[in-house]
């Protein structure tokens, strides 16, 4: 049985020329724009989750961030299909740009093209923040999990810094903590 894949991006475009339209590019854009934004929660998750617990579903999390990166990227090889297909009717080279493909369709395309661009453009900014976010938040808990275990372990005379009573962090000596080394 073969295979029904098309072989390349150029297979794909030229089986069905309604496949390379503007509204068939519109729909995937649009399709796309939902995963961004679905992606912009399952980070936002991910993130509460790294700040304020509980750890045990911060992996959870995570994997659902990459299923969903995963569908973005089905979605993209889509994308890029349709934006060689449309291009080529257009005389522009098959990895032509949204904002090329904006200034080459005509109306209403033109417009709704624009808009999608900038919606994308919006959607990358906050998806970037928040996955830097997330970082840092994963590097700050490793490090603070790391130098825990260390003071505990003996290998650091520096306590690490939890919260007091009042929930303000403070470094001190625990001297109500006992530890047997016998276990």
């Known amino acids: 049985?073969?295979?029904?894949?098309?072989?390349?991006?150029?297979?794909?475009?030229?089986e069905d020329p309604t496949a390379c339209s503007p509204a068939a590019l519109?729909?995937?854009l649009?399709?796309?724009?939902?995963l961004l934004d679905l992606l912009q929660f399952k980070l936002e998750e991910e993130r509460l989750l790294l700040a304020n617990g509980p750890?045990?579903?911060?992996?959870?999390?995570?994997?659902?961030?990459?299923?969903?990166?995963?569908?973005?990227?089905?979605?993209?090889?889509?994308?890029?299909a349709t934006v060689a297909g449309l291009a080529g009717?257009?005389?522009?080279?098959?990895?032509?740009?949204?904002?090329?493909?904006a200034d080459t369709v005509e109306a209403p395309?033109?417009?709704?093209?624009?808009?999608?661009?900038?919606?994308?453009?919006?959607?990358?900014?906050?998806?970037?923040?928040?996955?830097?976010?997330?970082?840092?938040?994963?590097?700050s808990q490793r490090d603070a999990t790391r130098q825990a275990i260390n003071w505990l372990a003996g290998r650091s005379d520096e306590p690490p810094v939890?919260?007091?009573?009042?929930?303000?962090?403070e470094r001190r000596r625990a001297a109500h903590l006992l530890f047997n080394e016998a276990l």
Do not use: C
């Open 89 to 101: 009717r257009l005389g522009l080279p098959a990895d032509a740009t949204l904002q090329a493909l």
């Open 55 to 80: 750890a045990k579903w911060v992996a959870h999390a995570t994997r659902e961030v990459e299923m969903v990166v995963d569908k973005l990227r089905q979605a993209e090889l889509a994308r890029a």
């Open 1 to 14: 049985l073969r295979s029904r894949r098309p072989a390349s991006i150029n297979a794909v475009v030229t």
């Open 30 to 34: 649009w399709k796309q724009r939902q």
């Open 162 to 169: 939890t919260y007091g009573a009042s929930g303000s962090a």
């Open 26 to 28: 519109s729909t995937i």
């Open 109 to 139: 395309w033109q417009e709704i093209f624009a808009s999608h661009r900038q919606a994308f453009l919006q959607a990358t900014d906050e998806i970037s923040r928040l996955a830097e976010t997330s970082r840092e938040l994963a590097t």
